[in-house]
């Protein structure tokens, strides 16, 4: 039991692979990424390697890729294209992409993001980003 590993996704910067493990552990699924350390020392074999790859187990599999297709359609979304819808822009941020609340609180610092990333990566990035987390199911993103 527990060697029957997969890869459910894969990146090619580490902060990005950890946030994907990070939000698989925040859904109770365990999760490991591989290969972070030979990619950061040499990037043209990390894409010899596949990059930096998040694994977990085979029977955890499905449920990964839901979660990480959900995030990246969150990241794939357009950006607004003009100033004059910022207004439903906003009305949009202001339910959780997850559950749909609306009991969402947003925080200009991004005090969490950039503690994610000074723990990763060592410094802080994002800071000037929005945060926005879901006050129903404690969903985070930006
Ligand atoms: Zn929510």
Redesign the pocket.
Known sequence: MGNDIVTVASFDKPFEAHMARVKLEAEGIRSIVSDEHLVTMDPLLGYAVGGIKVEVSREDAAAAHAILEHVASERSKPREPDAASTAESDADANL?P????DQISVHRSGTRFSWLTIVFIGFPIGRSKPQHT?G????NWR
């Open positions: 959780c997850r559950c749909g609340s879901c129903a199911c404690a969903h």
